[in-house]
């Protein structure tokens, strides 16, 4: 007994002692700073301020909370590509200082063959925001893969916490030939997982930031581990993409994501390409389209000017091994290959949606892949008699349905005023499925028979008349006074239309617009 109680007296007094010690002091979050017009390198002060990206790269680790801030109205050369990982409530921040001045460019020149101008491999909880970003060199001829920004997992399993905000992004040179790599995955702002089985980025962010005149992706966020591992809860939100030689926002291998609130303009520039040889699946782009992906959002988008050189050419795709995908709120106007594609996707929904003056066909089916259960509803349609070899809805391939799948088109309103006259629908078969459908001009072979079709004007103040920006579509909606026809009904939690008025999912109108 008198052992156990010294044993226990002895424990006791060790432990007191232990807590009585100050544990040692984590090191407070340190901000570094960057002019690269400086004429002396410092110390990375604000007084002192480093003057050479290399001065970044030999600082080595940076902890979980520094901030790295590069002087606005500079350039920095070279490639930027800082080390260490940030922590849950502490990311690392990389951005700008000053109060006066454009936003400081990080300009690669060029960097090297799978390489960004700004750089993260395997690092999670970094805020990337507030710069300019450039990487060419010669002009945009290469073979080259390369990106403005590239942030990469390989076999470093889930990488949270990356946010990538507010930068422009323009000017860059990569290779847009498949023949020696992915070429979609390099461009403007890029983010790719495809290492171990396990690799992604849960909760990415990508928002607000501009993207001009890149090569050969927009925005492109892919993993490589489908179906066993997907990017879960990606938001895309409030970019603007412009002139992309390839596609504008392109998304392999997600789940649970949103893609929402963004504008691509003109994407698909590249095409004809002398790199690429003949037109194939691989030379294909498009606006925006997700891929090997499900339960994703794609909404309150603008999507125009897209050109078809290359194949596709559409606004939005629904591409393979997708399903459960929704396309809603959108606007697409303009495009050269089209309002939406579906290649072997399943289960999409496209509804609430303007497309106006798409050439080729407002809805395109590749009838070789499967689209099984399309449900398409609630959109208004205007085609213009400058349209000359325009369908409504097209197919490829198609003998029992596009590729032996279902669609379903209701409560549409289709103004159609092409010249064509070779087939309003290029199918005509039980597998296609049509209800309370509005028809105004051109009917064509093909066209819906069911009784609920009308062609009783749906009294909008002048549709066709838009143009860019969603400001640019009060010509859509109701004539002062006038109701709606009404369509059957939709599912219940659909409450809102293309302008945000409450709708009655039982008695909905036709159209986009109640």
């Not at 807590?19 to 390198?41: F, G, N, R």
């Not at 992706?217 to 992309?244: D, H, K, L, Q």
Request: net charge positive; aromatic share 8%.
């Amino acid at each position: 007994m008198r052992l156990r109680a010294a044993l226990i007296a002895a424990s006791t007094a060790a432990l007191v002692a232990a807590v009585l010690v100050p544990a040692a002091a984590e090191a407070a979050p340190t901000k570094y700073y960057v002019d690269c017009s400086a004429k002396t390198a410092g110390t990375g002060t604000v007084a002192q301020p480093w003057n050479r990206l290399a001065q970044i790269h030999d600082h080595g680790d940076f902890a979980p909370g520094d901030t790295i801030s590069l002087r606005r109205g500079t350039t920095c050369h070279g490639q930027l590509h800082p080390s260490g990982s940030g922590a849950p409530g502490a990311p690392i921040t990389l951005g700008a200082y000053g109060t006066r001045g454009a936003k400081p460019t990080v300009s690669g020149d060029g960097t090297p063959n799978y390489t960004g101008a700004v750089q993260l491999r395997n690092q999670p909880y970094w805020i990337i925001q507030d710069l300019r970003v450039t990487n060419t060199r010669g002009g945009r001829s290469t073979q080259v893969y390369r990106s403005g920004v590239s942030v990469w997992n390989q076999d470093g399993g889930e990488i949270r916490g990356v946010i990538i905000q507010r930068l422009e992004v323009e000017d860059v040179a990569s290779s847009p030939n498949e023949k020696f790599g992915s070429s979609r995955e390099w461009g403007g702002i890029t983010v790719s997982s495809g290492g171990v089985q396990g690799d992604s980025f849960p909760g990415l962010v990508i928002r607000d930031n501009r993207v001009d005149r890149v090569g050969r992706s927009g925005i492109a966020v892919m993993n490589w581990e489908f179906p066993t591992t997907f990017n879960e809860g990606v938001r895309i939100t409030g970019n603007r993409v412009s002139w992309a030689r390839g596609d504008g926002i392109v998304v392999f291998g997600a789940q649970h994501s949103r893609i929402d609130h963004n504008v691509v303009a003109n994407a698909a520039d590249e095409w004809p390409c002398p790199l690429c040889g003949s037109i194939t699946p691989l030379t294909a782009n498009a606006g925006i389209w997700p891929a090997r992906s499900s339960h994703i959002r794609i909404d309150h988008n603008e999507v125009y000017g897209t050109h078809w050189r290359g194949g596709d050419g559409e606004a939005f795709d629904s591409d393979q091994d997708t399903h459960d995908v929704v396309f809603e709120y959108n606007y697409a106007h303009d495009n050269t290959g089209g309002g939406i594609l579906f290649c072997g996707s399943r289960s999409a929904t496209v509804r609430f949606n303007i497309f106006e003056n798409n050439d080729k066909g407002a809805f395109t089916f590749i009838g070789n892949v499967p689209a099984d259960g399309t449900s398409i509803y609630n959109n208004t349609v205007f085609v213009g008699k400058q349209l000359k070899q325009t369908k409504v809805v097209r197919a490829f391939n198609v003998d029992k349905g596009p590729g032996g799948g279902t669609v379903a088109f209701k409560n549409n309103v289709y103004f159609n005023y092409s010249t064509y006259r070779g087939g309003w629908w290029q199918w005509n078969t039980p597998a296609v499925t049509t209800a309370a459908n509005t028809i105004i001009g051109v009917h064509g072979a093909g066209r819906p028979h069911d009784r609920s079709t009308s062609r009783k004007d749906p009294h909008l103040r002048k549709p066709g008349s838009g143009g860019i920006g969603f400001a640019s579509l009060n010509g859509y909606r109701l004539q002062k006074g006038k109701k709606p026809q009404r369509g059957v009904a939709i599912p219940a939690d659909v409450t809102r239309d293309f302008f945000g008025r409450r709708i009655d999912p039982k008695h909905p109108p036709r159209g986009a617009v109640g």
